[in-house]
Nanobody, 121 residues
């Protein structure tokens, strides 16, 4: 019914940049918050950034000033621009969205499959 598909991960050198994208598709009536999470090896999944439908944003302290979350509501897509990357940013990055599926009249949480970001020289 509804899918979240991430793209844009890869290998980057310390200090470099990457831009992640996550497109929601399927039988979508509306989308509330769209978020990015990440999970490093041996660690719990953590919230990286949140963006509301209206564009309000919030960030984890570890990425403030380096990462920027944005969204295109017409395309049901959320982005994460990551600058000044360092080794501690290495993780699998997951997209999350709070979506009203057409005909359901309530919101459901959906997750993407994850995309690997590796920061290494």
């Amino acid at each position: 019914q509804v899918q979240l598909v991430e793209s844009g991960g890869g290998l980057v050198q310390p200090g470099g940049s990457l831009r992640l994208s996550c497109a929601a598709s399927g039988s979508i009536a509306s989308i509330n918050d769209m978020d990015w999470y990440r999970q490093a090896p041996g660690k719990q999944r953590e919230l990286v950034a949140i963006i509301s439908r209206g564009g309000s944003t919030n960030y984890a302290n570890s990425v403030k000033g380096r990462f920027t979350i944005s969204r295109d509501n017409a395309k049901n897509t959320v982005y994460l621009q990551m600058n000044s990357l360092n080794a501690e940013d290495t993780a699998v990055y997951y997209c999350f969205a709070d979506i009203e599926v057409r005909g359901n009249y309530h919101y459901t949480h959906f997750w993407g499959q994850g995309t690997q970001v590796t920061v290494s020289s």
